[in-house]
């Protein structure tokens, strides 16, 4: 009984040669196959990889609190998004939370807006805030909570300038700030945080 085999030559005499070039056509088509295959990985792997780094450098990044600059709203060590991509379709309002370039040792911090352009901030000797004459409404603070100028002077007025925003950390007693360093620029404003 013959057995028929593809790739195999049968080499009994009078039985019809399959030959080696048919072998090396299917070596060589077995070959870029898996070349192919190799190709078509390396190039989902390369889109995925750039994808990635698209969406961590300009979408959503993942941001982790280092300090108590804002307690009680976001925890020390506490790990957040930050979406960066929300600033390209709105201008940053009052109340965000946004990580910026710190204009003091230029790392990142971690800092909730209070005013925007054009805004004026007055700080009083009573620990007060007030944004254009308004006293301002921190629902996010606990009650009694004091906010005083710099430890330079007793009470301070601040107004913001062109694409300027003034922030401050939830911790009033414990953050560097606006009222160090004054309205920071929007360009350093890098995305929007969320809790």
Known sequence: MDLEVTGITDTRAGAPSAGKPGLRRDYLGLGRSILQQFLSCMLVAAIAYGCFQFISHYVLQSVQ????????TLHDSGRYVLNRWVYHLREPQPKDIVVLRDPEDNCYAVKRIVAQQGDRVYVNKAGQIFVNGKLLNEP????????????RVREQLWICGTNRYFVL?????????SRIYGAVLRQDILGLVLP
């Open 65 to 72: 609190v280092v300090g108590g600059s804002m307690a009680p």
């Open 140 to 151: 996010y603070l606990p009650p009694g909570t004091m906010t005083f100028a710099s430890a």
């Open 169 to 177: 950390g939830d911790n009033r007693n414990n953050s560097a700030d």
